[in-house]
């Protein structure tokens, strides 16, 4: 399994979907957006004092990720994206 430093997410994305819970995504943001599972998160990132900020994201949230962020990683047969948590627009509710 993969374990993600600092910020950065692993994310499962899902098959391309028309909705996202009753909103409909217009064709633009279809193209620019993606919707995915967390399934790691890092610790977190740094301040500059040093104190540690905890990931806004959890392992199961279902997120509206921007479409070419991230690096595409494969572990086993399985295909993953990790992602910096700036990148991630939205938790799915």
């Known amino acids: 399994m993969l374990k993600p430093l600092g910020d950065r997410v692993v994310l499962k994305v899902e098959e391309k ?10 064709g633009a943001a279809q193209d620019k957006t993606q919707i995915a599972e967390v399934i790691a998160t890092g610790v977190g990132a740094r301040t500059l004092t ?8 959890s392992v199961g949230d279902r997120v509206l990720v921007e479409s070419h962020a991230g690096v595409d990683v494969k572990d086993g047969d399985e295909k993953y994206l990790i992602v910096g948590e700036a990148s991630i627009l939205a938790i799915i509710d």
């Open 17 to 26: 979907e028309q909705t996202v819970g009753a909103f409909v995504l217009a």
């Open 50 to 57: 040093g104190e540690l900020v905890e990931p806004s994201v």
